[in-house]
Structure formats: structure tokens, C-alpha cells
Antibody
Framework: EVQLLESGGGLVQPGGSLRLSCAAS????????MNWVRQVPGRGLEWVSG????????YYADSVKGRFTISRDNSKNTLYLQMNSLRAEDTAVYYC????????????????WGRGTLVAVSS | EIVLTQSPGTLSLSPGERATLSCRAS???????LAWYQQKPGQAPRLLIYGASSRATGIPDRFSGSGSGTDFTLAISRLEPEDFAVYYC???????????FGQGTKVESK
């Protein structure tokens, strides 16, 4: 069974940093692109960032470009999101999501998603 | 970047009724690169449909997707109590790369 488990969320002050992790199991992690998607409580979904299976190809939404860095460690089956210069508007539940089709680059729909980790940016 | 607009915002129906949800794209979506997800309170989104009309593994056949170009539809033939949730459409497979989601349609019990 494919499982994705996010961790690392919490309360951080504006301008601060946080690193999220997503531990993956149940599939050959390096064969799949991975993504981060966020959701402000009570609001819709926003794709944040994606990374190819090998880790060389990375993609970002304009809203986080230059502040967030996605990476992965295929030896540990773990996806990361380093978030710097955090703003109040980054407050959300952050989900990791697996591309559904084995491919080196992000391209496909998401299946499955993790349960999410809450990031709250407030003074 | 393609913008997806879902309608209606909220659909109030009774169990056993048919639900029809719309997702309209600001530009034509090639190869029907559109997916639908269901999200219940406190849970992660769950894949229902990909490629506009292909049901994901384990999804009941009361869920069906259709459409092409700029107009897509998710239909639930007979609502079960567990189907009351929020539904999102998603565009994928574009370059330069970005995924986009619709704003969601809430299906609530009347």
C-alpha cells in the first residue's frame, strides 16, 4: 500500500523558516515525480512545487518562487520542502502528492495524497 | 496559465438524486488532461477521474467524467450519503509547468 506521511509543520513567525518532510513507502520512490500542494483551511487547493524522480527538475508556483526549495533523498524515500521568508499568506495545510504515472518529470495527475501537515505563520 | 472555473459553488441535493458538476477552462485543454478529486472534511483529496473520463481504481461506477476542450463534467448518478463532499477539477500536463485547480464545488445534503 502506498503511504505518504508529512511532518515538520508548526507555528513560525513571519520571516522565519520551516522544513517539511514527506516519508514515502509502498512504491519505488525514485520512479515518480512528487509534489507539494497547500490548502488554506476552508479554501481551495494550490499547487506549490514539484520535483522529478531524479531530483534534477524542479518547478514552483510564482507565489513561492525564490522562497521555497523542493528536494528529495531517494535513498531515504523522503521528499522535502524548505520554506524561507515565510509570510502570513503561507499559512495552510501542506500535502505531499505522488504523480500517478512513473515518469522522471512532473506531468500527471496526483494519486495518492498524504494527510497533510499544518503550517501557521503568525507573530 | 489555464484558469479553471467550477460551477455551481454549492449543490444542495438529496441522497439518490443525480449531481452534475461543471469545470470550465479558460483555454482548450489538450489531450483531456483533466482530473477530478473528492475531499471530505479533515481528509486529503482522493482521485476520482483522470484523463477527463477514466475512473481511478476503486471508484464506484456511479461517478463518471466527460467533456473535452474547455468544458468538462463530473456526474454522480445516484448520490450516496458518503458522496457529500467538495469536488475539485485539476489541469495537468502543461508546459511551462504548473498545475491548476478549480475553486471547488461543495455537494451538500438538502
Amino acid at each position: 500500500e502506498v503511504q505518504l506521511l508529512e511532518s515538520g509543520g508548526g507555528l513560525v513567525q513571519p520571516g522565519g523558516s520551516l522544513r517539511l518532510s514527506c516519508a514515502a513507502s509502498g512504491f519505488t520512490f525514485s520512479n515518480y515525480a512528487m509534489n507539494w500542494v497547500r490548502q488554506v483551511p476552508g479554501r481551495g487547493l494550490e499547487w506549490v512545487s514539484g520535483i522529478g524522480g531524479g531530483g534534477d527538475d524542479t518547478y514552483y508556483a510564482d507565489s513561492v518562487k525564490g522562497r521555497f526549495t523542493i528536494s528529495r533523498d531517494n535513498s531515504k524515500n523522503t521528499l522535502y520542502l524548505q520554506m524561507n521568508s515565510l509570510r502570513a499568506e503561507d499559512t495552510a495545510v501542506y500535502y505531499c502528492a505522488k504523480d500517478a504515472v512513473p515518469r522522471n518529470s512532473v506531468w500527471d495527475w496526483f494519486d495518492p495524497w498524504g494527510r497533510g501537515t499544518l503550517v501557521a505563520v503568525s507573530s | 496559465e489555464i484558469v479553471l472555473t467550477q460551477s455551481p459553488g454549492t449543490l444542495s441535493l438529496s441522497p439518490g438524486e443525480r449531481a452534475t458538476l461543471s469545470c470550465r477552462a479558460s483555454q482548450s485543454i489538450s489531450n483531456s488532461y483533466l482530473a477530478w478529486y473528492q475531499q471530505k472534511p479533515g481528509q486529503a483529496p482522493r482521485l476520482l477521474i483522470y484523463g477527463a473520463s477514466s475512473r481511478a481504481t476503486g471508484i464506484p461506477d456511479r461517478f463518471s467524467g466527460s467533456g473535452s476542450g474547455t468544458d468538462f463534467t463530473l456526474a454522480i448518478s445516484r448520490l450516496e450519503p458518503e458522496d457529500f463532499a467538495v469536488y475539485y477539477c485539476q489541469h495537468y500536463g502543461s508546459s511551462p509547468f504548473v498545475y491548476t485547480f478549480g475553486q471547488g464545488t461543495k455537494v451538500e445534503s438538502k
